[in-house]
């Protein structure tokens, strides 16, 4: 049972009176992982999400949780998911520990079960200190740990949370994607989101979706090698910006270049290569060999948001 993955989706499709929400998608998520399903507002993902929780009917395909299949066998499928919703459902009127008591009762625990795990969710959601206040009174990051130890509170082996992080502050977003990070132990997690820099710090694996379609599927390291050929070089050298540009004019593999004055006798280039050669070496040997002193070299990294550009523009391309 354990080698079964955590989701198994094939060949999925849903229509809403004939508009394609998602378009014959197919991918896997193995016990353990933290995946990102990634895109821009209607992209899929929602829509993917639901059908997964088993809230809502797929047009065809197979989606199977933990071996079970959600149109077949959606209450043991229920009782294997935790979810969290865009919109989190609370009951504003209810204090938090109360709150989190009922639930963990309507999702078939007893008393005494129910009450060890509401203190661990709310430990692990850092909600001790507000296990009493209403929860209507409480700040949107207070209530989306709310969310959060609701999903929890049963112990599901797949957590499923639709933009968890929209609406928080700076402080609040970093101590949701520390506590969705640590879940990784002991749950399987799925995440959508459009704030591309957050998933690449808490998913292990992306799903990048488009217009109801998956265009990537990969590590976020490997996502980054499909544009490793274009990643600019950063050097910093101390020579007279004149005899720079002459350099970079005259070197094979330099499709273009930036010199700019960075302090001092010091100038930033910036080149980018052509056909994909790391530039590095050359440039080290001549300044080596002209005595030019070499203050930083390195590669830009591209940033998630660079990868889904590029993947959806080269998409909107094909179509056109």
């Known amino acids: 049972m354990s080698q079964i993955p955590m989701i198994e989706v094939s060949n999925l499709t849903k229509r809403y009176a004939g508009r394609t929400a998602v378009a014959d998608i197919s991918f896997t998520v193995g016990r353990g992982e933290i995946v990102g399903l990634l895109g821009p507002n209607g992209a899929g993902k929602s829509t993917t999400m639901r059908i997964l929780s088993t809230f809502l009917p797929a047009t065809s395909g197979t989606v199977r949780v933990a071996g079970f299949d959600v149109f077949r066998e959606s209450v043991e499928v229920r009782r294997r998911i935790g979810f ?31 009450r060890e795990r509401v203190a661990t969710v709310m430990e692990q959601c850092g909600l001790t200190d507000v296990d009493r206040r209403i929860i209507g009174q409480l700040s949107k990051g207070y209530k989306q740990r709310v969310g959060l130890a609701d999903a929890l509170v049963h112990e599901p082996d797949l957590i499923i949370l639709d933009e968890p992080t929209i609406g928080l502050d700076p402080n ?62 950063v050097a910093e050298i101390a020579a007279p910006a004149e005899a720079l540009r002459a350099a970079w004019a005259a070197m ?13 006798d010091f100038h930033r280039c910036t080149l980018t290569p052509r056909d994909g050669c790391d530039l590095r070496p050359e440039i080290f040997l001549l300044a080596r ?31 056109n």
């Open 289 to 319: 060999e002209r005595g030019w002193v070499l203050r930083e070299l390195m590669r830009s990294r591209h940033s998630l948001e660079d990868v889904y550009v590029q993947v959806t523009q080269r998409n909107e391309e094909e179509e």
């Open 172 to 233: 609040q977003i970093r101590s949701v994607r520390q506590l969705i990070k640590s879940l990784a132990d002991r749950h399987t997690v799925l995440i959508s989101t459009h704030i591309l820099p957050e998933a690449e710090m808490m998913c292990s694996r992306m799903l990048i979706l488009y217009a109801g379609e998956i265009l990537a599927a990969d590590t976020p390291e490997n996502l980054q090698k499909l544009m490793q050929g274009s990643s600019p070089v």
């Open 84 to 114: 969290m919703p865009e919109n989190n459902p609370l009951y504003p009127e209810m204090r938090v520990r109360e709150y989190l008591k009922y639930r963990a009762r309507l999702k078939g625990l007893g008393w005494r079960r129910s």
């Open 252 to 264: 094979p593999g330099v499709l273009q270049f930036d010199v700019a004055a960075s302090g001092g």
